[in-house]
Structures are given as C-alpha cells and as structure tokens.
C-alpha cells in the first residue's frame, strides 16, 4: 500500500513539473465570479454596489460608486457621457484596476460641471477611498478643479500604480485635493496635464488643510500657466521618493509652488521651470535625509532650484541628518544664514550637500553654525624658480598680481587648458581671473 501511495505521489509530482508556468500561476484575466459590464447591461449597473467589476467590451456612460467596490478596465475604454464625472464616488472603497498587459485600459471623456471636483473620477462621499493601482485616466475635463481626479472633502487618494494624464481644469489638471484629504503616492504616474485655462497646479493641486505623501512614482510634463507646474501646495507636500521632473510654469514654481510646508527626506526635484522659482518657491521648507533639488531653471536659462517665494530671507529647516547623496542648489541672499538647525543634526561642511545656484559664490558654515552663501574663493599659484606660493582671491573682485622676486623676472604667463595670456608683475585685474568657487589658476614667472 505505501508504495503505490508514494508511487502514484511521484507521478503526479512530476506531472506538475512538467506543466507550463502559466498554467500553475494565477491567471491575472481570470474574472471567475466577477460581474461583467457591457453596452446591454449597463442601465441595470449604473450605480455600483459591493462586488468586483469587469469591462467586457469598450462602453460609454457613467457610474455612481457605493460600498466596496474594484472595476477592473481589463484594457477596454471607459467613456463617459460629457455631462459629469466618468465615475463618482458616494460612499466606501473604489478601486481602479487594469489586469490587461501593458495596462491600455482608459477612462476619458468626463466633463464635470463648475464646482463639481474631478472630470474622470469624482470623490464627494466624507471618508471615502479611492485607490487607483492600474489603467489611465486621460482626456477629461474638471470644470473649475481636479481633470482627471477629485478629491472634495474629508476623503483619501492612494495611487501605487496606473496614470493621470492629458486631462484639463482651472486648478489640478491631474489631481485635486480638496479640504481635508489626503493623497498618497507610492507608484504610477502624473504627466502631460496641461491646459491654457489651468491658473494653478498642472500635476497636482493640494488645497489648506489637505495633506499630499509621495513616497513614489512621477510627475512629469505638466503645465501651468501660473503657478505650480508640478505641484501647487496650499496645504503640505511630503516626500521621501519619487521624481518631479520636466514640468513648466507661466510665472512661479515650476516643480512646487508650496505656501503651506514642504517636507523633503528623499525623492528628486529636476529640470523643472518658471519665470521664477525653477524648482521649488516655498517659504516653511524642512530638509533630512537624501533630497535631490538640482537642474531647474528659470525661463531665460538661469539657474533656480530652491528659493523662497517672498522678498524675504531663504530659511531651510534642518530636521535630520543629511545623507551622502542629497544635492540642493540654493538661491539665497549672500552672507545670511538659510539654514536653521543644521549644527545640530550635522558634522559634515554644508557645501557637502548644498550648492549655490549663482556659480560665483560657495557655501560655507558661519559663527552660528548655519549654512550660508558667500562670495567663492579661487587660488592663484605663483610659480618660480625657487619657490611657489599660492594666495586665495574672491571671486568676481579685481585683483593685484604679486612681483616676481626671481632676478629678471618682469611678469607672469598663464597656459590653463589652452587659454593663454601674460601680465606685468603688479598688473591690476579688473574681475580676476577665477571663474568658479575651488578654482586654481598657476601663473608661471617670464624674463
């Protein structure tokens, strides 16, 4: 008996192994007791309740969302009628899905009214939850706030995956988040919501009071003809990963325009761009960890990364410890401090982690022990046949050069990377001669 129990065992342990993988592994179509949503069914389904949804062909009209409920676009096109949100959630947990590969599934063609939230998906129930892991939401519009989602009041946005793209509104192209709500970003992406009507927050609108984690994920390629190409933040904007990259605005704040507090421990902030502010423009900015704030610019090419959004002094607050890796460029007053805190949570130079934008001045650590920009130093080294000597000069000053001591000697050369020139011992430069903080030039005595 025990063995042709252990015989018939191996037989089928070998019969497994012979099966394809797809075969053993889940079969992400697999809608077995889902409801399927079509052209013929969709009156009877306008309004859905507890379950799990599925399109099983491309279908036009809009959806009301009570309970617990997961659609599933299984790479069909939702589209809406025109006359409001594609989807509009009054009440429980909605989740957005897309199990086709490459995830083409869509929802578009919303139209929501003025001072109705969201084009594509309209959240207006207190304390609902709307969690989009797969499918785009593309090519709607939100009236007066949020193209493609819209948070109201008092609700919660988790977004891992998927994206919001291509919609249009007058604040929040991608995403707004009303009073009281919170948003968070793990995955997925925000791009491309660009409108001539948007005044504020091409990506991402957070109004006061709402609160915006972005952990990871993208935002790239919004507009705004404003402020706010990225991320426009009345309330606070918290993150620890991800990228705001690419993104453009009319007037301030091309990656955040932020008047509430920003919170940065991670995640890059890159080629962003603006009339002014190219990166962030913000006032209360607190700083830990790794952050990457570098390569945005104003419109006429200037470098701008982090500046403060009025005529008053940059004041960054240290919160943490800053890692190897963080990389902020910093326009800011000279000779006045724009950290606060940063003794106490680092031992390392500021100019570790933080870079002027203007390249004619560095950063240093003052009396107080805060982080502040002062005019770059460069170093000339004089050489000659029996000594060399090296002397620091401030950049963008005029300059007096040293007389030769060596018998015969009447001035100096200059051969550095092909640049060539002499001067009379004693000759005054008008500007100097170094162009960047850390710059050694070496003159080399001439009969």
Request: charged share 15%.
């Amino acid at each position: 008996m025990k063995r042709r129990f252990f015989a018939a065992l191996l037989c089928l342990c070998l019969l497994a192994a012979t099966l394809p993988t797809a075969t053993l592994a889940a079969d992400p179509h697999d809608h077995t007791d889902w409801t399927e949503l079509t052209t013929a069914n969709i009156a009877e389904h306008a309004s859905l309740t507890e379950g799990n949804y599925y399109l099983g062909e491309d279908i036009n009209g809009d959806f009301t969302v009570d309970g617990t409920v997961t659609l599933c676009l299984n790479g069909h096109t939702l589209t809406g009628t025109g006359n409001g949100p594609v989807i509009t959630v009054n009440s429980g947990t909605f989740t957005l899905t897309d199990c086709s590969e490459g995830e083409t599934g869509t929802v578009t063609g919303g139209n929501a009214k003025r001072g109705v939230y969201g084009g594509g998906v309209n959240v207006t129930g207190e304390g609902a939850t709307f969690t989009l892991e797969g499918g785009n939401i593309t090519g709607n519009n939100g009236g007066s706030c949020g193209g493609g989602v819209g948070m109201e009041k008092n609700n919660h946005f988790i977004m891992t995956g998927g994206s919001i793209t291509n919609n249009s509104s007058e604040a929040g192209c991608g995403v707004m988040l009303g009073f009281y709500t919170t948003f968070t970003m793990s995955g997925g992406t925000i791009a491309d919501n660009i409108s001539s009507r948007v005044i504020y927050g091409g990506g991402v609108y957070v109004e006061n009071t709402a609160t915006f984690t972005m952990t990871g994920g993208a935002i790239t390629g919004n507009q705004s003809r404003t402020e706010g190409g990225g991320v426009y933040a009345y309330g606070n904007f918290i993150m620890s990963g991800g990228t705001i990259s690419g993104n453009t605005a009319g007037t301030r704040g091309g990656g955040i325009m932020s008047y509430g507090t920003v919170t940065m421990t991670g995640g890059s902030i890159t080629g962003n761009t603006a009339t002014n502010g190219g990166g962030i423009l913000g006032g209360t900015i607190d700083i830990s960890g790794t952050p990457v704030i570098k390569d945005n610019t104003l419109k006429d090419g200037t470098v701008c990364n982090l500046s403060s959004r009025t005529n008053s002094d940059l004041y960054v607050t240290i919160t943490g410890p800053l890692n190897t890796g963080a990389c902020i460029g910093i326009t800011a007053n000279q000779n006045t401090a724009f950290t606060s805190g940063y003794n106490a949570q680092n031992v390392s130079d500021p100019s570790k982690y933080f870079f002027s934008d203007d390249p004619s001045l560095g950063v240093r650590l003052n009396l107080d022990g805060e982080a502040e920009l002062v005019p770059g130093t460069y170093t000339i080294r004089y050489v000659q046949q029996d000594e060399t000597k090296e002397i620091d000069y401030t950049l963008g000053q005029d300059i007096t050069l040293e007389q030769p001591d060596g018998d015969g000697d009447m001035g100096w050369t200059l051969n550095n990377g092909g640049l060539t020139a002499d001067y009379a011992g004693g000759a005054t430069i008008p500007g100097g001669l170094g162009k960047t903080p850390g710059e050694t030039i070496t003159l080399y005595a001439i009969s």
